[in-house]
Each structure stands twice: as C-alpha cells, then as structure tokens.
C-alpha cells in the first residue's frame, strides 16, 4: 500500500471520529453562557460578557466563537461590552443551502445589533470576517463605529479554495492540520483547540454551508471601496501569514482614509489566538485611544513578544 492510500486511510477513519458532546464544547469551563437569537431568519448562538461600549467580534471562514476565547474575558475586563456569534454557516448556527453573498452577511451583522439594541459598535473582523466587517461598514456607516481587521480578507486570499476543500472532508486529522497551518508554529496548536473547532466541523450541515460560501461569498469584494469607509480602521498582521499575504493587509490600510497598519511577530493568518498577549494589548489600545498619532500608511511593529 502507498504512502497516498495510507494517508487517505487515516483520515477516512478520523473522519468516524466522535466530536466532544455538547456540554463540554465552548464557553463550557468559562463564566460565559452560549445563548441563541434568531435574527433575519437566521438562527445564532452567541455569547456576551461586559458593559461598556459595545464591540463586535466576527470569526473568519470554518471558524466560531471559540476563534475569540482568548480575547472575549480581556476585553470585557477592560470595561467593554463584548459580543461574539457563530456566523451563518459556521459553528451552531444555522447552516443553509444558501444566503452567504457580502451583503447577506452585513445584513445579519446589522440585524444582530438592532437586536441586540446597540446603538453602535467596533466591529472586529478576523479573515473572512474582515471583509464582513468592512462590508457592514459600508452598508450600516452611522452603525459602525471604528473597524480592526485582523489578517483580513476583502482583497484576494491565497488559499482558502484550497482550505475549503480539505475542510469539507470533515476528518478530525484535517482539521488538525488545517488548524496548525493558520499558526506560524504549529506547536502551539492544543489538543482542546482541535476538539473545539473538529467540534463545529463535525456538525451534518456543516459541508453545504461550506460549499454554499465558497459558491456566493466574493473574498476580493472590498477592492476599489475602501475609501468609502470613514471610520478610523486598524489593520493587524502576523507576519508569518501563509494564507493571506501581508501585501494586502498593506494595501488595506494604504486604500482607508483612516488607518494604521500593525505588523505583529512570529504570528500566523491566526493571531488572536497565537499571539493573544499582543492582540489583546494592541486592540484594547485603539478601543480606548483611538488610532496611533502615525502617517496612515507607516507600519508599526508591535514590542511585545506573542505568547
């Protein structure tokens, strides 16, 4: 037998892999509650922690609320009112054939916060759900009150074709590696990140979400539109991103009218959970200050070491 067969033999039998049961996937072990709203049609699970001014927070593409679990509690200790949901497709939400274009989804972003009744909010927006945020800005300005856009897509990717794919395989072992890929060192990635996110995975809808996004969702919607967004807008970087190239968070911050670039070290395409000592710092710094006294378009290099 080929290494090719083995190979494929084993993920063929981890995808018979049982996911963690349901009281045991996140926020289980943390002083948060996983709640359920049904917003313009669809139904969310979320959880909230904080008062204060509101934020945001929206995972990337296969990811959910666990994408955030380093970075939920800290803001809400630093005195914000911190909101974070599965997005349609992904995690326990709803998992529909269809609804998944950049309008769909900044509509159901603002629908979520009419519900929620919040008079405005930062959107922070990781990957895919950059380009969500930066689309609800767009379309819900006087909603919107400033963006961090995190490794963010809207201008292109270079591999999320290739991680849908492999995804869609739903195999505990690929999602393992697909995790570990997003990390500038994969070592880092736990056993509990695996089960958490293989969790999601493992749900019957999850592959039609999947190939619904990939069919209706435009990762490179943001171009040419940039400058009509007027809010003060952070753009975080790792600077190991293998799967979207820094040029085009460079670009990103380059194209808004109020910008900075930050660049943080020895972090992959997932830097609030490689690095959440430095992420945690640098965005809690703009939520209380506002943007650095910078030129818009001068990188800065955050100091502390990722942890």
Not at 28 to 53: D, N, Q
Not at 75 to 103: R, T
């Amino acid at each position: 037998m080929t290494a090719r067969w083995i190979c494929a033999a084993l993920a063929l039998a981890a995808c018979r892999a049982a996911p963690i049961p349901p009281d045991q996937r996140y926020p289980a072990g943390t002083a948060l509650t996983a709640k359920f709203i049904v917003v313009a049609g669809t139904r969310l699970r979320y959880v909230e922690a904080g008062s204060g001014p509101s934020v945001v927070l929206i995972h990337g593409f296969g990811a959910s609320i666990y994408n955030w679990h380093r970075t939920i509690e800290p803001l809400a200790a630093a005195g914000f009112h911190v909101v974070a949901f599965d997005n349609k497709g992904f995690g326990f939400s709803d998992k529909p054939a269809h609804g998944y274009s950049n309008a769909d989804y900044a509509r159901l972003v603002l629908a979520l916060i009419d519900s929620l009744h919040l008079p405005d909010a930062v959107l922070v927006g990781h990957s895919m759900g950059g380009a969500i945020a930066a689309e609800t800005a767009l379309r819900g300005p006087s909603r919107v009150r400033g963006l961090v856009l995190v490794d963010a897509a809207g201008l292109g990717t270079r591999g999320t074709f290739g991680v849908g794919a492999a995804a869609s395989l739903r195999s505990r072992w690929m999602t393992a590696q697909i995790l570990r890929s997003t990390f500038a060192d994969p070592s880092k990635v736990t056993a509990a990140d695996v089960d958490q996110n293989y969790a999601a995975v493992a749900e019957p809808d999850f592959g039609r979400a999947l190939r619904g996004v990939l069919r209706e969702f435009r990762f490179d919607a943001l171009r040419g539109r940039l400058a009509a967004i007027r809010v003060p807008c952070l753009v975080v970087w790792g600077d190991h991103d293998r799967l979207i190239p820094e040029r085009f968070g460079r670009e990103l911050a380059r194209d808004l009218l109020r910008s900075a670039f930050i660049e943080v070290p020895k972090a992959g395409h997932d830097v609030p959970e490689e690095a959440p000592a430095d992420f945690n710092r640098i965005l809690i710094e703009f939520l209380e200050h506002g943007l650095p006294a910078t030129p818009r378009d001068l990188a800065l290099t955050s100091g502390a070491n990722s942890q």
